[in-house]
């Protein structure tokens, strides 16, 4: 097993996915909020109607653990449990998709991921 890249990547992103949402729990945030947000991050894919080279740019800066880190970075400078609450759920959805088997974008084509090219 330790052998096979892809299934290391699949349980590494299950074990994030369960960590992001006990943190997610055990700061008793509010599940509504979670279920409210969790796909908000798919409206990166919008770009996708423009073509697949702005597509695949939203998608990706949508996709990277950039945006949720900026959250908890804020979150800790200013104190701010909503922004903790929203970069969990951010970063629970990113390792969900990877972990379904969503990588991030090539221009080619919304299907051609970082995931297929790693594999």
Not at 6 to 27: D, P, S
Not at 74 to 92: E, H, N
Not at 104 to 114: A, E, G, I, S, V
Request: with cysteine; charged share 10%.
């Amino acid at each position: 097993m330790l052998t096979r890249p892809a299934i290391l990547l699949r349980m590494e992103e299950a074990l994030l996915l369960v960590g992001a949402v006990w943190m997610y729990a055990c700061f008793h945030f509010n599940w509504v909020l979670f279920a409210a947000l969790f796909f908000a991050p798919d409206l990166f894919m919008l770009g996708y109607l423009v073509n697949s080279r702005i597509g695949s740019a939203m998608y990706n800066l949508g996709h990277t653990f950039a945006l949720p880190l900026s959250f908890f970075a804020v979150a800790y400078i200013r104190s701010s449990m909503l922004c903790t609450a929203i970069g969990l759920i951010w970063f629970a959805h990113i390792v969900l998709d990877r972990l379904l088997g969503y990588g991030l974008k090539y221009p080619t084509r919304f299907n051609d991921t970082h995931l297929q090219h790693s594999a």
